[in-house]
């Protein structure tokens, strides 16, 4: 078809008009505004979506608040044990389910050491009274000692069972650890010489420690029984069981010893706390908690002592009337305690996975540290409670300061 038909068919094509121009351009101008219309309705839509989003994942944030001033991140695993170096207490050597054992410091976060790899966790670890060795039980029954100056191992101790707990003597170089088995184990070092096994408790030894002076051992015992040691001969001294009904009927979990050696604090399972006399007398029984004991402490600056619980409790005794002073509160059971030195204050840990200092002559909480996702394992206040170093089961290890 040419442009001459084209212009004839327009040409009668144009007699037959049903719309006008101008009102084909009023209903296209119509549309648009409908559409138009549409278009910010679902803008709008849209902006309400977005600020509907918005509002949820404002709402689904989780704040954490990390209240650390260092912290070490090599451990994998949970971390089970922490120490200070007696001298310098920005030198911290920690444990842990990834097998494994760091020295490391407070101040700058650097790692100084990896100890030599366990066959199992690393449950304990210890630095020497005087700050020249450090210790490391494992699950696997071994302990690693180490020179502190040179970070090279003086000696691969063996023969018990699963390592419990690690505790060196207050005035030399010898080291007890805790089993499985029910044994007691001790060592010469640097030597590694065996020098005693201790056997008396029929299950896993899980507490014990030499008494402040060092004159003897102290242990309790999954079965219930706590046993007063002579170091030299492995001889029995004094025993407690559950035989006496006025002792523990349960598993002994924690205890401490009074700065004179004469008495000894034990928590239980059975959800009680017992002071006893080494001369065999039980001198009291305190029971608040409603769960297993898990912490206990006695003060050195006031005659106080204090009971931590899985049930959250933290109760705080007189030991002039054997009555409860102050029931203070975790979120989660209480993993650990400890008195500031010749101080009315002290500190826990909890699986609520916080730090708190408090004043026992009150009963306030002076001070809440935060930073762990998981629960606190084990935690060791400097001198002077210029910062504390925590465990968690986390796998990291925070340092806060006040």
């Known amino acids: 078809m040419d442009a001459g038909g084209a212009e004839h068919l327009h040409g009668e094509e144009a007699e037959d008009v049903f719309v006008d121009e101008s009102e084909i351009a009023g209903v296209v101008a119509d549309d648009d505004d409908e559409n ?22 404002k709402e689904d ?60 966790t690393v449950g304990s670890v210890r630095f020497s009274a005087d700050g020249a060795f450090v210790a490391a039980g494992g699950m696997d029954g071994r302990v690693n000692v180490y020179n502190v100056q040179d970070r090279t191992r003086c000696a691969a101790l063996e023969g018990p069972d699963e390592i419990q707990w690690l505790d060196w003597h207050p005035k030399g170089p010898v080291l007890l650890a805790g089993a499985g088995d029910a044994s007691l184990w001790m060592w010469e070092l640097p030597s590694g010489r065996f020098m005693n096994v201790f056997s008396g408790h029929g299950a896993a030894v899980s507490c014990g420690r030499f008494t402040h002076a060092g004159r003897n051992i102290v242990s309790g015992s999954e079965n219930g029984s706590l046993i007063v040691w002579d170091p030299k001969t492995a001889s029995v001294v004094r025993r407690f069981s559950p035989d006496d009904e006025r002792f523990h009927s349960e598993g002994i979990t924690c205890l401490d010893i009074a700065r004179d050696d004469q008495v000894v604090l034990t928590g239980s399972m059975d959800a009680t706390a017992k002071l006893v006399h080494v001369n065999g007398t039980i001198l009291g029984s305190l029971e608040n908690a409603t769960e297993s ?110």
């Not at 910010?40 to 949820?56: K, P």
């Not at 030198?91 to 199992?120: F, I």
């Not at 619980?309 to 993993?335: E, F, K, P, Q, Y």
Request: glycine letters at 8%; charged letters at 25%.
């Open 36 to 57: 138009n219309d549409d278009n910010r309705g679902d803008e709008a839509n849209s902006d309400g979506e977005n600020n509907n989003n918005n509002n949820n994942n």
């Open 61 to 120: 944030e989780i704040v954490l608040e990390d209240d650390s001033v260092q912290g070490f991140f090599a451990h994998k695993e949970s971390v089970y044990s922490v120490a200070l170096h007696p001298r310098d207490p920005t030198l911290v050597v920690s444990g842990g389910g990834d097998d494994r054992a760091y020295v490391w410091r407070a101040d700058t976060g650097e790692q100084v050491a990896e100890l030599d790899k366990h066959a199992d």
């Open 293 to 402: 004991v898990e912490a206990v402490g006695l003060c050195a600056a006031l005659p106080l002592a204090a009971t931590g619980s899985v049930d959250g409790s933290l109760s705080i005794w007189d030991l002039n009337t054997m009555r409860l002073r102050a029931t203070l509160r975790h979120d989660d059971s209480v993993t650990r305690l400890l008195w500031h030195a010749d101080s009315p204050l002290l500190t826990s840990a909890s699986t609520d996975c916080t730090v708190r200092t408090w004043d026992a002559r009150t009963g306030d909480c002076v001070r809440t540290w935060k930073g762990h996702q998981e629960g606190i394992m084990d935690f060791a206040i400097a001198p002077g409670a210029s910062h504390i170093v925590t465990a968690s089961d986390d796998g990291c290890c925070l340092v806060f300061a006040p």
